[in-house]
């Protein structure tokens, strides 16, 4: 049916003791907005994370199964894992801006991969700036510290500084929870112009959020996948008991 | 209920006012007593020159010599310990992210090494020298006052590290970088006041201290010209005048420390500017 940027099979996860991840098995498909959906517990920001192997910062975190970017298995992977986190922008539930500037923000993605000619920078920089429709806003200060931004602003910020690392896949941890409504909005409409050319993986508990701008749903309830489709069968025609029950709003 | 949560605010109000006065009193007292005894004995002479013949009986001559001796000790105790405790800071704050309990014993074990007390590593840094046949030396002093206040600004740094949010760690691992960037580069810059700080502790520290640098740098009335010259410090030179039973070079004890308590003074200012001046980039969460 899609083609699928990344596959997960029977995926396992444990904290400590506890069995977080319940034999996940999803596939994400290619430059759509994949939303994953659930009440708050349920393992949607885990799941997020273990793509890109942060979950690997603690120690208690055991994973088993197969999680699949492109066919190459990301898990048993000899690849170096900066390598792998490359390929996959995160935006967190706050924004997280670096401590320089704006403009080195955007540039330090860069950097880091060995582009340090200034005219590419500048034009870089110019060019995901606009992307996130933050140069007009900040092109006569790009030199400030990017903590002079609001919190909206930081968060374009973020997106344009993951953009520019050039990634195929765009991880965002309820991107707008911390956000007013006029800059989650911007960053809704954002990424459905991105979709075009990435590939947008969304955890939010929002479902005017999900109902917006979702091409495909992922619905987990504690720690398990219990239903996934395509937006539109998802909403219209939901087929599990508890999909149904949570699109009604019975829990959230 | 209400009268009591009333008297009860003023209780600790009441006690936290006491124990603010007690401390600024105790301050008060100690700035106010060196001043009024040092400041008249403080002079051009004292401050240029090396001590004359007969110096310690109150003949002429200055402590230029323990104020060089004690700026080139402290510098170069503090870079040392610097640069050999902010990768110490980082790498058990970063790299050895997933290793809680191996951090944990680190912590501990510096903490163990803070409450050692000077005169332990100066017997210490003795017995050092006395097997490699070194003699009484600035180097040696600086090696000594060095391990003295590693301990001290590592866990400082620490403690700054420590309090970056986690999220600031995970949005620079997914642009992709590597630890050392992180830890060079976000870590060092969100964390650069704090830094500066930590290094002014482990400054105030070894310009302080006299016991670890009685047996390792020793005493003299020259200025030091190289390292492995033994040189005079200004909480030495406090010590000997102190115990001089004329009154006037007791007096001149005094003296010396208002000299102390300026450089630590001038030198906590200059941190204090440079911490504001890089304080700007740093994300306030």
């Given at each position: 049916?899609?083609n699928?940027v990344?596959?997960?099979e029977h995926?396992?996860?444990?904290?400590?003791?506890?069995?977080?991840?319940?034999?996940?098995n999803?596939?994400?498909?290619?430059?759509k907005i994949?939303?994953?959906?659930?009440?708050?517990?349920?393992?949607?920001?885990t799941?997020?994370?273990?793509?890109?192997?942060?979950?690997?910062?603690d120690?208690?975190v055991?994973?088993?199964g197969k999680?699949?970017?492109n066919?190459?298995?990301?898990?048993?992977?000899?690849?170096?894992?900066t390598t792998?986190?490359?390929?996959?922008?995160l935006?967190?539930?706050?924004?997280?801006?670096?401590?320089?500037?704006?403009y080195?923000?955007?540039?330090y993605?860069?950097?880091?991969?060995?582009?340090?000619?200034?005219?590419?920078?500048?034009?870089?920089?110019?060019?995901?700036?606009?992307?996130?429709?933050?140069?007009e806003?900040?092109?006569?200060?790009l030199k400030?510290?990017?903590?002079?931004?609001?919190?909206g602003?930081?968060?374009r910020?973020?997106l344009?500084?993951?953009?520019a690392?050039?990634?195929?896949?765009?991880?965002?941890?309820?991107?707008t929870?911390?956000?007013?409504?006029?800059?989650?909005?911007?960053?809704e409409?954002?990424?459905?112009?991105?979709?075009?050319?990435?590939t947008?993986?969304?955890?939010?508990?929002?479902?005017?959020?999900?109902?917006?701008?979702?091409?495909?749903?992922?619905?987990?309830?504690m720690?398990?996948?219990?239903?996934?489709?395509?937006?539109?069968?998802?909403?219209?025609?939901?087929?599990?008991?508890?999909?149904k029950?949570?699109?009604?709003?019975?829990?959230? | 209920?209400?009268?009591?949560?009333?008297?009860?605010?003023?209780?600790?109000?009441?006690?936290?006012?006491?124990?603010?006065?007690?401390?600024?009193?105790?301050?008060?007292?100690?700035?106010?007593?060196?001043?009024?005894t040092?400041?008249p004995?403080?002079?051009w002479?004292?401050?240029?020159e090396?001590?004359h013949?007969?110096?310690?009986?109150?003949?002429?001559?200055?402590?230029?010599?323990?104020?060089?001796?004690?700026?080139?000790?402290?510098l170069g105790?503090?870079?040392?310990?610097?640069?050999v405790?902010?990768?110490?800071?980082?790498?058990?704050?970063?790299?050895?992210?997933?290793?809680?309990k191996?951090?944990?014993?680190i912590?501990?074990?510096?903490?163990?090494?803070?409450g050692?007390?000077?005169?332990?590593?100066?017997?210490?840094?003795?017995?050092?020298?006395?097997?490699?046949?070194?003699?009484?030396?600035l180097m040696?002093?600086?090696?000594?006052v060095?391990?003295?206040?590693?301990?001290?600004?590592?866990?400082?740094?620490?403690?700054?590290?420590?309090?970056?949010?986690?999220?600031?760690?995970e949005?620079?691992?997914?642009?992709g970088?590597?630890?050392?960037?992180?830890?060079?580069v976000?870590?060092?810059?969100?964390?650069?006041?704090?830094?500066?700080?930590?290094?002014?502790?482990?400054?105030?520290?070894?310009?302080?201290?006299?016991?670890s640098?009685?047996?390792?740098?020793?005493?003299?009335?020259?200025?030091?010209?190289?390292?492995?010259?033994?040189?005079?410090?200004?909480?030495?030179?406090?010590?000997?005048?102190?115990?001089?039973?004329?009154?006037?070079?007791?007096?001149r004890?005094?003296?010396?420390?208002?000299?102390?308590?300026?450089i630590?003074?001038?030198?906590?200012?200059?941190?204090?500017i440079?911490?504001?001046?890089?304080?700007?980039?740093?994300?306030?969460?």
């Amino acid at each position: 049916m899609h083609n699928s940027v990344i596959d997960i099979e029977h995926l396992n996860l444990y904290y400590g003791k506890q069995h977080i991840l319940k034999d996940i098995n999803i596939s994400i498909p290619a430059k759509k907005i994949t939303v994953i959906l659930g009440p708050s517990g349920c393992g949607k920001t885990t799941l997020l994370r273990s793509l890109n192997r942060l979950t690997e910062l603690d120690a208690s975190v055991k994973m088993s199964g197969k999680i699949f970017l492109n066919g190459q298995d990301l898990l048993s992977s000899k690849e170096d894992v900066t390598t792998i986190r490359k390929k996959m922008g995160l935006l967190a539930q706050r924004p997280y801006p670096l401590p320089m500037s704006i403009y080195n923000n955007v540039a330090y993605g860069l950097r880091i991969s060995g582009r340090r000619k200034k005219k590419f920078l500048n034009n870089r920089v110019e060019y995901y700036l606009r992307q996130t429709n933050l140069w007009e806003e900040v092109k006569d200060r790009l030199k400030e510290p990017a903590a002079t931004l609001s919190i909206g602003q930081q968060q374009r910020l973020c997106l344009a500084r993951g953009l520019a690392v050039d990634p195929q896949i765009i991880l965002a941890d309820e991107p707008t929870s911390a956000l007013d409504p006029h800059s989650s909005r911007m960053i809704e409409e954002k990424f459905a112009e991105l979709k075009s050319n990435y590939t947008i993986v969304l955890v939010t508990h929002i479902l005017r959020q999900a109902r917006n701008i979702a091409d495909h749903v992922i619905f987990m309830y504690m720690g398990q996948v219990v239903e996934q489709a395509d937006a539109r069968d998802f909403f219209d025609n939901p087929q599990e008991q508890q999909t149904k029950a949570y699109l009604q709003g019975q829990f959230y | 209920m209400r009268k009591i949560l009333k008297i009860e605010e003023r209780f600790y109000r009441v006690l936290m006012f006491l124990a603010t006065t007690f401390i600024g009193t105790a301050l008060f007292v100690i700035l106010f007593s060196i001043l009024r005894t040092g400041l008249p004995h403080l002079s051009w002479e004292m401050l240029s020159e090396i001590p004359h013949g007969g110096y310690y009986f109150g003949k002429s001559g200055g402590i230029f010599n323990a104020i060089v001796g004690s700026v080139y000790l402290s510098l170069g105790s503090s870079l040392i310990a610097f640069l050999v405790g902010l990768p110490i800071a980082m790498f058990i704050n970063i790299h050895l992210i997933r290793h809680t309990k191996f951090v944990a014993v680190i912590r501990f074990l510096l903490d163990l090494l803070w409450g050692v007390p000077s005169i332990v590593y100066g017997a210490f840094g003795f017995t050092i020298m006395v097997f490699f046949g070194m003699r009484t030396s600035l180097m040696a002093g600086i090696i000594t006052v060095s391990l003295f206040i590693l301990p001290i600004i590592v866990r400082a740094m620490d403690e700054v590290l420590r309090n970056v949010p986690k999220g600031l760690l995970e949005s620079s691992l997914s642009l992709g970088s590597t630890n050392s960037e992180i830890a060079y580069v976000v870590y060092f810059k969100q964390c650069l006041p704090g830094i500066i700080t930590a290094w002014l502790l482990a400054f105030g520290r070894a310009i302080g201290d006299a016991a670890s640098i009685l047996f390792t740098t020793g005493y003299t009335d020259y200025v030091p010209h190289a390292l492995n010259e033994p040189a005079a410090t200004l909480p030495l030179a406090i010590f000997f005048q102190l115990s001089s039973p004329i009154p006037e070079v007791r007096e001149r004890a005094y003296a010396a420390s208002a000299i102390l308590i300026f450089i630590v003074l001038t030198v906590s200012v200059i941190s204090r500017i440079l911490g504001c001046k890089y304080n700007k980039n740093k994300i306030n969460f």
